[in-house]
T-cell receptor, first 118, second 119 residues
Framework: AQKVTQAQTEISVVEKEDVTLDCVYE???????LFWYKQPPSGELVFLIR??????QNEISGRYSWNFQKSTSSFNFTITASQVVDSAVYFC???????????????FGKGTKLSVIP | GAVVSQHPSRVICKSGTSVKIECRSL??????MFWYRQFPKQSLMLMAT?????????EQGVEKDKFLINHASLTLSTLTVTSAHPEDSSFYIC???????????????FGPGTRLTVL
């Protein structure tokens, strides 16, 4: 069974501070995908990143960076110089790589609500 | 790319009526779409997996006769809430699985959601 844990329920930071959102996962699959999605107050889930289990390179996209460590089963997300527009609920998710019917299903964490205070 | 639309965005209906929600992948084909339900301040709960041209697969505890899913084409899936009751009030979100596309392949893209209120 797969499981994603986002231990931080809510985080508040002051604008321009850096913030890291933690994600720890469990899976018996040897190949899998990890995702981060952002859900602003409007409700739509916005795709941020997909990472393959065999690619442990960290990734940076503007103010966003992701640290994938297979040894600790973690896929943490850092926002540098946070802005008010970053305020949202962030979900970490896991899926196995395609191997048959139902393989595309996502296992979501419970989400971390980030509030950036001006 | 990878845009998913959902219609309507908000619907209010009387108890006992049926409501249809459409989910469309606008710029890619999706053989698989998913329907989720989200309660306030909670994570997404998968209701069913919709495969084009075949019957949907429902998660345990989801009434298939109440939540009818049809995936008639590679770009459209519909969820019909039949004989809606106040307890069906929720935020319903669809997603479409994009199979091909390099770094964005094997990724679910989500619609903007439908807020259903049953009076």
């Amino acid at each position: 069974a797969q499981k994603v844990t986002q231990a931080q329920t809510e985080i508040s930071v002051v604008e321009k501070e850096d913030v890291t959102l933690d994600c720890v996962y469990e899976t018996r699959d040897t190949t899998y995908y990890l995702f981060w999605y952002k859900q602003p107050p409007s409700g739509e889930l916005v795709f941020l990143i997909r990472r393959n289990s065999f690619d442990e390179q960290n990734e940076i996209s503007g103010r966003y960076s992701w640290n994938f460590q297979k040894s600790t089963s973690s896929f943490n997300f850092t926002i540098t110089a946070s802005q008010v527009v970053d305020s949202a609920v962030y979900f970490c998710a896991l899926s196995e790589m395609y191997s048959g019917a139902g393989s595309y299903q996502l296992t979501f964490g419970k989400g971390t609500k980030l509030s950036v205070i001006p | 790319g990878a845009v998913v639309s959902q219609h309507p965005s908000r619907v209010i209906c009387k108890s006992g009526t049926s409501v249809k929600i459409e989910c469309r992948s606008l710029d890619f084909q999706a053989t698989t779409m998913f329907w989720y339900r989200q309660f306030p301040k909670q994570s997404l709960m998968l209701m069913a997996t919709s495969n084009e041209g075949s019957k949907a697969t429902y998660e345990q505890g989801v009434e298939k006769d109440k939540f009818l899913i049809n995936h008639a084409s590679l770009t459209l899936s519909t969820l019909t809430v039949t004989s809606a009751h106040p307890e069906d009030s929720s935020f319903y979100i669809c997603s479409a699985h994009r199979l091909a596309g390099g770094k964005t392949a094997d990724t679910q893209y989500f619609g903007p959601g439908t807020r259903l209120t049953v009076l």
